[in-house]
């Protein structure tokens, strides 16, 4: 069965994903986007087609979080590990910003374990690949990245979070050439534009060759950001 047109879901191991095969015979890099808590693969799909990736083409790939979860009014969405959202709030209420900075969200390892058995099964060579998300898919892609053997072409983190962030820094120095694009709107409210600020802080402060856009909007991704998206995919491509 087919969604808006799109193609339906398939099976790479343990997870399913909507799968664009490279259109053109010069591929430049496989492509991932990890969906938002509540979300689901077609969520993102359609930066395979607003983002022009110029002369070299890229294979695209959007997972579907394997945990289903009720977001409200009879809905339900996938997710890659639970969330409190009553706990967030109430953190959020209180002007906190660091709700996952100090501790690995139950759940994480699993979905970094079931992430890496995709890509293994996806049978592609970690330098091949530019792994990026929002929101909850960020903070998988950048525990995928930490956990894989070789660096990656790329890492894009869209109004993401820090999460477990002693673990973060300790491990991002041994990517010390990743290249890394992050955005967040200076009035999210739902991940807080001072934790993302910090981290992109803490990465630059590591060396680390990092694009940071930050915008003036809330939890989105603006028409500003993909265009410099675009730019920055061209470049590793």
């Known amino acids: 069965m087919y969604y808006n047109n799109l193609p339906p879901l398939t099976s790479i191991g343990p997870l399913r994903a909507l799968d664009f095969p490279c259109s053109q015979k010069n591929e430049g890099g496989v492509i991932i986007f990890f969906h938002g808590y509540g979300a689901n693969a077609y969520d993102l799909s359609s930066l395979q087609s607003e983002i022009n990736l110029g002369p070299k083409n890229g294979r695209w790939i959007f997972p579907q979080g394997p945990k289903q979860v009720d977001i409200g009014a009879g809905f339900m969405g996938q ?19 660091g709700k996952y900075s100090h501790h690995r969200p139950s759940g994480l390892n699993e979905a970094r374990d079931q992430g890496l058995s995709f890509l293994k099964h996806l049978g592609v060579a970690p330098q091949e690949l530019i792994l990026g998300g929002f929101s909850q ?76 856009h930050p915008f003036s909007g809330g939890h989105e991704i603006p028409r500003n ?13």
């Open 137 to 212: 898919g960020s903070m998988l892609a950048m525990e995928l990245t930490l956990s894989l053997p070789v660096t990656p072409k790329g890492l894009v983190l869209l109004s993401g979070t820090p999460v477990d962030e002693i673990h973060l820094l300790n491990k991002i120095e041994h990517h010390p050439s990743l290249k890394i694009f992050q955005s967040h709107g200076d009035q999210d409210q739902i991940l807080p534009f001072s934790a993302a600020n910090r981290m992109a802080q803490q990465l630059q402060a590591k060396g680390l060759n990092l694009e940071w």
């Open 79 to 97: 997710a890659w590990f639970p969330i409190d959202i009553s706990a967030l709030e109430r953190a959020l209420a209180k002007g906190e910003d």
């Open 225 to 237: 950001t993909l265009l410099a998206l675009q730019n920055f995919l061209r470049k590793l491509l």
